[in-house]
């Protein structure tokens, strides 16, 4: 198997632990009431209710 492969390979894993370790987390803020604190995308944080987030990962 050639180099690129394999780091495509490792990099789809990592992409998709890390997927499954959101929506992990998401769904026991959700089940608390709770909220996640995030980045808004311009340097400042913005706290959003896990519950938003979880359907937001659904639509994915």
């Not at 990592?14 to 499954?20: A, P, S, T, V, W």
């Not at 089940?31 to 604190?37: I, R």
Request: net charge positive; no cysteine; glycine share 6%.
């Amino acid at each position: 198997m050639n180099i690129k492969k394999e780091q495509d390979e490792l990099s789809k894993k990592i992409f998709d632990g890390l997927k499954l370790a959101y929506r992990k987390l998401y769904e026991q803020k959700a089940a608390n009431n709770e909220s996640v604190v995030i980045s808004d995308g311009k340097g400042g944080i913005i706290r959003v209710p896990a519950k938003d987030l979880l359907q937001d990962s659904d639509r994915e």
